[in-house]
């Protein structure tokens, strides 16, 4: 849950003023997002959000997300659409934040999502892989090779306070995946965090994806191999292949995978499960105890990169062709 | 901030399904309330607040919460109305809680309340004591004189951390209330804790009160001199004469208040600073460092308190009649 800075309805009123957003009619802090503080507002025309970039957030990125976001929206990809203010900016300040007016999408995060979810969210990765092309800045993709090695400095020496005997396995696998990475691979902009609460839905249908703050230039099937990771394993740690093959086939109904692209995926989600338990062990040793913000669980990521070791082929992940 | 129970989609769909609530567009939990979890709706039909009672509210007082919000919107008082369920109960059950859905009010709370709002604040005050006429349920204060020295006996070993001498000072103030403390003036539904943030106004004008989830029985002017403490002293300490003047001209516009209530306000105030000193006062030295509850300093209800104590008359705080 996230509200870092509260907001006055003057402050607020006078931000408003600077768009085309029609009367405030109610303001809300909503417990959404873990980088900013996110607000509801209800105007008279219509519902917005209301995102205050807090300090995790580089504030040199944010061109980049919010002209991502408006560049997929414009190519019709359901995603929330940042609002210009009169003289055109998408960002202004607020409380002393950096702060954006964004739509509000209607739908749901699901809690237990099942394989025909997996089917659509693969399909709207590839149709924002797709809407990507043509978006001209770029952003380098901080939480790679280069990336990891930093966060494992910082962390290795206590990683056995995890599980006895990490700071081997760990610094082995960074060793296997910087000499084993791909080199050449179609490349475009990834989300990079499509994990289910970052994913809406009304019924079954796939409504918007939100929360582009990781959207980086990186290989477009490393994204896939990170919602491999986020949708397709069980609670109990079990990989469900269903649930992979209808992710991978809903990909490829829109962008069809190179051989060379299925080829990689294995590695790839090596290095997406590594991601992932990097992030997580270092806030595992890093935030203090009652702090507001829930710690997960690094070893869930552990499992599912020694689960990715064993993998020879995407044929295994429930890849058909 | 408060979220304190997740939901999911499908458990919320389920108890939907007991209201005439139209289809589910989308749920967030929201920073508000601390007693309870809260969450905006938004659903074909319009948006509303779905309420989850934690274990701080006594669930035997939910019927009469829920009831006299339900009598005091049929009264035409602007609050939150309890949607009754297909079968005409007024409270579910969601991820075992006691759960209500409630109608959403627009409106903002004011973080900088003038005179002109307190003027409206009495006069929906006096409304509400009105409306509440009628209401058969009965829920005596808990926080009055009995609730008071229970609260102290578990707080006094410690007070003097707060500051030296508060052992004897605040004894001494229980001691003369129960003394003096009135023992006939007209009795009714009193809100009991109408603060900024339960009052929220659109542009200028009063949209409506929420929060009951302290109402109770007793003396209507007490609920007077709580807004009085809440709503006309400046952030320096300062009572501001000119808001409490406003305060009492609007209540009195509605109900004009008897001679023996003007008499009986100063001991009344005194009465409910120290009603906020003391729970203020429990939380501090019982709220764990670093829990997710912002704690309020105790120190500013002793300040209202000895400003009291040297009032003579309801003239003092701005009553002109």
Known sequence: M???????????????AQYEAGE???????????????FLLHTSKGPLIL????????KNDL??????????????????????????????????RPAALISFLEGMWLRKPEAKHCREVGKALAQMHVAGEGFTLKRPNALSLEGWKTLWEKSKDRADEVEKGLEGDIGGEIAFLAEN?????????????LFPDNV???????SGLIDFYFACNDFLVYDLSICINAWCF?????YNVTKGMAMIEGYQSVR???????????????????????????????????????????????HKLRFHQKIASAAEYGMTR
């Open 63 to 96: 061109p980049f997300f919010l002209g991502l976001m408006h560049h997929l929206a414009d190519r019709g990809l359901s995603c929330p659409l940042p609002l210009p203010r009169k003289d055109g900016a998408l960002l202004g300040e607020l409380s002393g």
């Open 256 to 302: 069809p995978l190179s051989d060379a692209e299925a080829a990689a995926l294995p590695i790839l989600a090596r290095g997406s499960a590594l991601r992932f338990f990097l992030t997580r062990l270092y806030d595992w040793l890093t935030t203090p105890a009652g702090a507001l913000v829930v710690k997960k669980d690094p070893l869930e990521y552990l």
């Open 181 to 193: 990475w791909p080199k050449e691979l179609p490349e475009g902009v990834i989300h990079a965090d």
């Open 2 to 16: 996230a509200v870092y800075t509260d907001i006055t309805e003057t402050d607020l009123k006078d931000f408003l």
């Open 24 to 38: 405030l009619l109610s303001y809300k802090g909503i417990a959404e997002g873990v980088e900013n503080s996110n």
């Open 200 to 206: 809406f839905f009304l019924e079954d249908e796939l």
């Open 234 to 238: 069980e609670k109990d740690g079990a």
């Open 51 to 58: 995102t205050l970039y807090e300090k995790r957030v580089e």
